[in-house]
């Protein structure tokens, strides 16, 4: 039971260049999160999804995008990184059933964009 | 407007000694309240929550928390701290203007445990 997986680790992108980032979850979520951290400003919701096939915008959603093909995949695509992007990004997933609110959350992927 | 308020940047104490790291929250109707904890270049883990019942909430790691109703305020403790008890704590309430349980974050807390 791997939890909440993320590729790649590091990245380093050049301004204009695209990139995907990959979850994955072994645990039968219905929910998945996109987050990303920046110092002193904790978490911010990027995009959401309440299941399979579905997708929803989060706090800060522009320049990014997310698909959800497969209950276990969620996918964080950047079609132009720009620097405002330099970040660390956080996927994380929870149950869907009732009283299991608190998420799950992978070991993250620091993303420079020069 | 709904908020989460951590007011301290980085609490400092002494191996042994009980510690506190303070949370105050804004939010409509009846809170769902969490801690976690993230570790240098981890990810966030879950410590516990707070839905409803007792205000004293046990949870991972030896840590509890007080939910404090009249002072909004759940507020994170442990009776004697550890070396290794030092990181980034998170509190975060959950989002009542959607279904979908979203959270709402603090910006963090450094805690530091020194020997």
């Known amino acids: 039971n791997a939890g909440v997986t993320q590729t790649p680790k590091f990245r380093v992108l050049k301004t204009g260049q695209s990139m995907t980032l990959l979850c994955a979850q072994d645990?039968?979520?219905?929910?998945m999160y996109w987050y990303r951290q920046d110092p002193g400003m904790g978490l911010r919701l990027i995009h959401y999804?309440?299941?399979?096939?579905?997708?929803a915008k989060g706090e800060v959603p522009d320049g990014y995008n997310v698909s959800r093909l497969k209950k276990q995949n969620f996918l964080l695509g950047l079609e132009s990184a720009a620097p405002s992007q330099t970040s660390v990004y956080f996927c994380a997933s929870r149950s869907g059933l009732a009283d299991l609110y608190e998420q799950y959350f992978g070991p993250g992927t620091r993303l420079t964009v020069t | 407007a709904q908020s989460v308020a951590q007011p301290e940047d980085q609490v400092n104490v002494a191996e042994g000694n009980p510690l506190t790291v303070k949370c105050t929250y804004s939010?409509?109707?009846?809170?769902?309240l969490f801690w976690y904890v993230q570790y240098p270049n981890r990810g966030l883990q879950f410590l516990l929550k707070y839905i409803t019942g007792d205000n004293l909430v046990k949870g991972s790691y030896g840590f509890e928390a007080e939910f404090n109703k009249s002072q909004t305020s759940f507020h994170l403790k442990k009776p004697s701290a550890l070396v290794s008890d030092s990181a980034l704590y998170f509190c975060?309430?959950?989002?009542?203007?959607?279904?979908?349980?979203?959270?709402?974050w603090g910006a963090g807390t450094k805690l530091i445990i020194k020997p």
């Open positions: 975060a309430v959950r989002d009542m203007r959607n279904s979908n349980y979203q959270l709402i």
């Open positions: 999804s309440v299941g399979e096939g579905t997708t």
């Open positions: 939010v409509s109707g009846n809170p769902y």
């Open positions: 645990m039968n979520h219905e929910y």
